[in-house]
T-cell receptor, first 110, second 118 residues
Framework: TQLLEQSPQFLSIQEGENLTVYCNSS?????LQWYRQEPGEGPVLLVT???GGEVKKLKRLTFQFGDARKDSSLHITAAQPGDTGLYLC??????????WGAGTKLIIKP | GAVVSQHPSWVICKSGTSVKIECRSL??????MFWYRQFPKQSLMLMAT?????????EQGVEKDKFLINHASLTLSTLTVTSAHPEDSSFYIC??????????????FGPGTRLTVL
């Protein structure tokens, strides 16, 4: 059974600080997706990374896929209160099902 | 775009009744749809994978007779919670896969349905 360990599970920081969320596995994924979810809503796709070593940027968010496609990170620069939410990573396994991380609850304090 | 809708967004029902939740892909055809359950402050738990025109594949521990899934068309899947009990209260989310199998596996999610069973 493939597992995707996401850390930290909870993070509360001040506006303007930087942060990084990690997703790690011992298994290889064909792709990995990052989602953001707000209370009472479904997850919203932020990015999909496919190639080992790939780096994608979405404004102040930087996503990286590990060279071996076993891990990924999300880095937020100068966090803002609007970044508050639950961040989820999900890796696509060999059967094209998503393996989910436990989620990171992020709170940005003004 | 890739928009997925769910209906209803919330429902309250009495114990013992059945509730149907609809999931629609509005601007694309989805050969595969997924149903998830999410408990407060937790990640998503896959319940079943629904392929158009065939029986759904249920994850271990999910009762197929209790959670009936129908995927009658390329844009619609339904989840019926039969004889609902308070422990079935949860946030149910569907997703639809856009793209050809073997390409990037991207799922697009509906807004979720909050079910409360009294």
């Amino acid at each position: 059974t493939q597992l995707l360990e996401q850390s930290p599970q909870f993070l509360s920081i001040q506006e303007g600080e930087n942060l990084t969320v990690y997703c790690n596995s011992s298994s290889v994924f064909s792709s990995l997706q990052w989602y953001r979810q707000e209370p009472g809503e479904g997850p919203v796709l932020l990015v999909t990374v496919v190639t080992g070593g790939e780096v994608k940027k979405l404004k102040r968010l930087t996503f990286q896929f590990g060279d071996a496609r076993k891990d990924s990170s999300l880095h937020i620069t100068a966090a803002q209160p609007g970044d508050t939410g639950l961040y989820l990573c999900a890796g696509s396994d060999s059967n094209y099902q998503l393996i989910w991380g436990a989620g990171t609850k992020l709170i940005i304090k003004p | 775009g890739a928009v997925v809708s769910q209906h209803p967004s919330w429902v309250i029902c009495k114990s013992g009744t059945s509730v149907k939740i609809e999931c629609r892909s509005l601007d694309f055809q989805a050969t595969t749809m997924f149903w998830y359950r999410q408990f407060p402050k937790q990640s998503l738990m896959l319940m079943a994978t629904s392929n158009e025109g065939s029986k759904a594949t249920y994850e271990q521990g999910v009762e197929k007779d209790k959670f009936l899934i129908n995927h009658a068309s390329l844009t619609l899947s339904t989840l019926t919670v039969t004889s609902a009990h308070p422990e079935d209260s949860s946030f149910y989310i569907c997703s639809a896969r856009k793209g050809v199998l073997g390409s990037t596996d991207t799922q697009y999610f509906g807004p979720g349905t909050r079910l409360t069973v009294l």
